[in-house]
């Protein structure tokens, strides 16, 4: 089983990053869907430049994750700097997973089918780039085969 996931780790890192860029297309709606116009009007403006200035962070580290993803020798060679990067992109995309389901207050939610249903695609979203990512760190640290 794990040489089969090592052979294919090429293609499952393009997924990954396809997975991602569409990810940062797509998350372009949720300051609309989730009110963030209004919501941070509230905020001291230092605050809501903060919040802002973290949400681009964000915004932007999942493209890069997805750019330098398009590239999968690039996170595959094996070397100690392909593992590092990996490690981190797997620990962010775990991270990611945890405060989904630990941390995330979906009291006051949006609902209805299509939001339920976008909840349920980025979350199995989530889980693959963590398993993708961390499978790609094993291999580069050598507990997986090719």
Same mark, same amino acid.
């Given at each position: ?6 052979? !294919? ?29 209004? @919501? ?7 605050? %809501?430049?903060? /919040? =802002?200035?973290? #949400?681009?962070?964000? =915004?932007?580290? !999942? ?9 999968? #020798? =690039? ?5 100690? &700097? +392909?593992?590092? *990067? ?6 962010? =995309?775990?991270?990611? *997973?945890?405060?989904?389901? /630990?941390? /995330? ?9 299509? *939001? %339920?249903?976008? @909840? *349920?695609?980025?979350?199995? &979203? ?8 961390? #499978? +790609?760190?094993?291999? !580069? ?6």
């Amino acid at each position: 089983m794990a040489s089969l996931i090592g052979q !294919n780790l090429p293609t499952l890192v393009l997924l990954a990053a396809i997975g991602q860029l569409v990810l940062i297309v797509a998350s372009l709606a949720i300051p609309r869907v989730l009110g963030w116009r209004a @919501e941070t009007a509230k905020l001291r403006p230092l605050t %809501r430049q903060v /919040f =802002w200035t973290y #949400a681009a962070y964000i =915004w932007a580290t !999942n493209l890069s994750f997805g750019l330098v993803s398009l590239h999968p #020798a =690039w996170l595959l060679d094996g070397s100690p &700097l +392909a593992a590092g *990067v990996t490690g981190f992109i797997s620990a962010y =995309w775990i991270g990611r *997973v945890g405060i989904q389901f /630990f941390y /995330f207050d979906r009291s006051d939610a949006p609902s209805g089918p299509a *939001v %339920r249903l976008a @909840e *349920v695609g980025l979350v199995a &979203l989530f889980v693959y780039l963590a398993a993708v990512y961390s #499978a +790609a760190t094993l291999f !580069n640290l050598g507990r997986i085969g090719p």
